[in-house]
């Protein structure tokens, strides 16, 4: 990458809120009419954003009813007290289960959590542990078998009963193209792959571990983005962490989404590089950082940034959110800095080929500087890919950690990913991908319609598969997941610190393999459940991001 030019002239153009014009009325914001006498009607972006949007846009988040909010907190307040009462309990051994004390040898140890952490686990996490790490013993696929397990120590230890949960819808795999299957053209290339070349390589790529599947499918991900050149990596976290310090360093600037994926944060971390945060998918706030880095430059010495890179996803997994990505473009163009889209979510799953968001909005893949991906989910395999300009991957290649040092892609797991997305191309001479990516799409918008109509408070883009569904009360996370779990639905709930700590939800991530018989079966038990544990918080007041408290202040780190 070259250091960016400073325009001057780009200091002088007067911002935009999220890149919207106002009404003359002043009720038209982000895409929304607000004020007028239908509070839901929304209006496409297509008018209303410069002509950025080439299709609607509708995104929003429901403002969190005030009494619920105060009832989480007051959740969490009694949690804490009965926690502390419980500590108390068990110094005295009146409590009679010890596995939250520490044992005599370790007393003298540093401890290994900082304390509100280690009083967290304790009495918060542990009450509800059953609702995570589930183990399952089939294909991740439409539907799983579950192994069942019971606690006699509070969640402490698991013990396993032997029986096998059968048929359990599976809401929570991120198998968007249903293409995690046991069967078919992808499970039978690649266990001829396996026949052939064996399961591992045992070395790098720039060693003995460079394979001719590993050339087609570099070449075959290029030609899927539009873009010059593409590398796989074996790991989809670590195409991130280990990438991004390749990229940037000492004297750039990161410009980071506030609910980036961790394995960007730790990314940007390793870089050395200054990083400053800007709020969720809020181009305000991007274009002040932005006009900042510009005028300011790098602290104390003022000397222009060497890089400035946006990181940015297509999906964002928590919210459902769809980057902003037309206007993302516009800013990184105008203020000539550089552009880092992870697409983990979003390829295979958006557009109308499944290409991803670049292809959704109508863009140019040469309009975004690095394209980066995985495997793991629309294809049904692992790894992930970095995609962009020649030269780009090129030096990749060199300084890459995970290029240099990590071992190379599986053989069948290459097969698996070559397959999938010749499928998807329709290069297999079916329509069979074509007709997942638009099942996928059909089934997202039928159940989040479905759910909004049943009266939840929904979060994120109606074209987004992963479907949050808003809990909120501390007690609600694991009762949901139960409650679910008895009605053989799978699903993944989530809860602080993973979400802010008054927005706990169950995730749904929807797939093409789900029938609607299946979804209506999922949806009919939801509805009993909401009833149940009275979840049906909507009044239909959406939202838009953009109105949800902006503070000017910024998070940084690394200050040069």
């Not at 403002?63 to 502390?84: C, I, K, N, S």
Request: glycine share 8%; with cysteine.
């Amino acid at each position: 990458m070259e250091r960016p030019e400073r325009a001057a002239a780009a200091l002088g153009a007067q911002p935009r809120a999220n890149g919207c014009s106002g009404a003359a009325h002043g009720a038209l914001r982000n895409g929304y009419v607000r004020g007028l006498p239908a509070p839901d009607t929304q209006v496409s972006q297509i008018v209303h954003n410069g002509g950025l949007y080439k299709r609607p846009f509708n995104e929003a988040f429901e403002e969190t009813p005030m009494l619920v909010a105060v009832l989480t907190y007051v959740g969490y307040g009694v949690l804490t007290l009965f926690g502390y009462l419980r500590d108390f309990m068990r110094q005295w051994k009146i409590e009679k289960c010890q596995n939250a004390t520490e044992r005599a040898e370790q007393k003298d140890f540093v401890p290994l959590y900082q304390d509100f952490e280690n009083f967290y686990n304790r009495n918060l996490y542990t009450r509800i542990r059953d609702s995570w790490n589930r183990p399952i013993c089939s294909v991740p696929g439409a539907k799983v078998d579950m192994m069942e397990r019971v606690s006699h120590d509070y969640n402490w230890t698991f013990t396993y009963t032997g029986r096998v949960i059968k048929d359990i819808i599976n809401m929570g795999s991120y198998n968007y193209l249903g293409f995690a299957q046991k069967a078919g053209t992808c499970q039978e290339a690649a266990a001829e792959v396996l026949s052939q070349y064996g399961a591992g390589v045992c070395s790098t790529r720039q060693e003995m571990g460079n394979l001719d599947k590993h050339e087609e499918l570099e070449e075959l991900v290029a030609r899927f983005l539009g873009v010059e050149s593409a590398m796989a990596y074996g790991m989809g976290f670590a195409t991130n962490s280990m990438n991004i310090p390749a990229l940037v360093g000492k004297g750039c600037l990161i410009l980071s989404d506030e609910l980036n994926h961790a394995s960007l944060v730790l990314g940007a971390r390793l870089s050395g590089a200054t990083i400053r945060i800007f709020k969720h998918n809020n181009m305000q706030s991007l274009e002040k950082l932005l006009k900042d880095a510009i005028v300011h430059g790098q602290p104390r010495t003022r000397r222009p940034w060497k890089k400035i890179l946006i990181l940015v996803e297509g999906i964002y997994s928590m919210e459902g959110s769809i980057v902003r990505l037309p206007e993302v473009i516009a800013l990184k163009k105008k203020y000539k800095s550089y552009l880092y889209l992870d697409e983990a979510h979003s390829i295979g799953a958006l557009g109308p080929s499944g290409r991803g968001v670049v292809e959704y909005f109508g863009l140019s893949p040469e309009d975004v500087d690095v394209m980066m991906g995985t495997f793991t989910k629309s294809f049904g395999a692992a790894g992930g890919y970095i995609g962009g300009k020649k030269e780009l991957i090129d030096y990749l290649r060199t300084y890459s950690h995970s290029a240099v040092y990590a071992t190379s892609l599986s053989p069948p797991v290459v097969e698996q990913v070559i397959t999938s997305m010749k499928c998807i191309m329709g290069e297999d001479g079916t329509t069979v991908g074509k007709a997942r990516v638009q099942q996928l799409a059909e089934n997202t918008r039928y159940f989040r319609r479905r759910l909004k109509e049943m009266g939840f408070i929904i979060y994120g883009n109606e074209d987004s598969p992963v479907v949050p569904l808003m809990l909120y009360m501390p007690a609600k996370i694991g009762a949901f997941g139960r409650e679910m779990l008895k009605r053989n639905i799978g699903v993944v709930v989530v809860g602080f610190p993973a979400t802010p700590i008054i927005e706990s939800r169950a995730r749904f991530c929807l797939s093409a393999a789900h029938t609607k018989e299946m979804l209506d079966t999922a949806l009919k038990e939801i509805d009993e459940v909401g009833d149940l544990l009275q979840l049906k918080y909507s009044r239909h007041r959406l939202v838009p991001l953009l109105d949800r408290p902006f503070d000017e202040t910024t998070y940084e780190e690394t200050e040069d």
